[in-house]
């Protein structure tokens, strides 16, 4: 069974940083992407970075360009997402996906993900 769980999330005043961690477990395919998405109260869910495991490649949302970074630990079955320069509209659950290497590009489309974890909360204040 694919289980991905998320830690890290927690209350932080605008201008600091997080880690978040995404640890999976479970699958045994070789070329995946893994993205972090976040959902806001009222918004719809808004994928913000992925990572792929067959080069590393990276994508990011505009929104978190140049004050996000996703990277992984191969060796710990582990991707963080480092949140720097937090601003309140960052404020959301943030929930780590699984899904074919394919997904890579695709994150506008939550539904080509398969597997999600359980969420963890960010709350930014100002």
């Known amino acids: 069974e694919v289980q991905l769980v998320e830690s890290g999330g927690g209350l932080v005043q605008a201008g600091g940083s997080l880690r978040l961690s995404c640890v999976a477990s479970g699958f045994t395919f070789d070329d995946y992407t893994i993205g972090w998405f976040r959902q806001a109260p009222g918004k719809e869910r808004e994928g913000i970075s992925c990572i792929s495991s067959h080069d590393g490649t990276t994508y990011y949302a505009d929104s978190v360009k140049g004050r996000f970074a996703i990277f992984s630990d191969n060796v710990k079955n582990t991707v963080y997402l480092q949140m720097n320069s937090l601003k309140p509209e960052d404020t959301a659950v943030y929930y780590c996906?699984?899904?074919?290497?394919?997904?890579?590009?695709?994150?506008?489309?939550?539904?080509?993900?398969?597997?999600w974890g359980q969420g963890t909360q960010v709350t930014v204040s100002s």
């Open positions: 996906a699984l899904g074919p290497l394919s997904a890579v590009v695709a994150l506008d489309r939550p539904n080509e993900y398969d597997y």
